[in-house]
């Protein structure tokens, strides 16, 4: 059994990593670039787009769900998908901060940097 850490991360610090994780692999990009494109679609179709197995293409929509970024409505025989927009609120939050790194003297912002 592993140490027993203590969580001193706020709500906003754990969904911005629940998004991270989501957007992380390139199959959910695909996912939310086609959501993008189209107001929704269906789990069977996602499966046929992406060449993976329908338990894959759930395992995906899993994580997209568990971060916000998608709502899930069943039909007969296959679920509706569609993007949630406020899903991105976190990212959107975190991206906003980083233009305060501009104003700052001491940041190198020269992209050649490493």
Do not use: C
């Amino acid at each position: 059994m592993g140490a027993i850490k203590p969580n001193d991360y706020t709500i906003e610090e754990l969904n911005f990593s629940k998004l991270g994780r989501a957007y992380a692999h390139p199959a959910r990009r695909r996912i939310i670039n086609t959501l993008l494109e189209n107001d929704f679609y269906r789990n069977v179709d996602f499966s046929n787009d992406l060449s993976l197995s329908e338990p894959a293409v759930k395992q995906h929509l899993d994580k997209l769900a568990e971060a916000g970024i998608i709502t899930t409505e069943y039909f007969p025989h296959y679920y509706q998908i569609r993007l949630n927009i406020s899903g991105f609120d976190p990212m959107f939050t975190f991206v906003k901060s980083l233009d305060s790194l501009q104003e700052k003297p001491n940041i190198d912002t020269d992209s050649t940097a490493i």
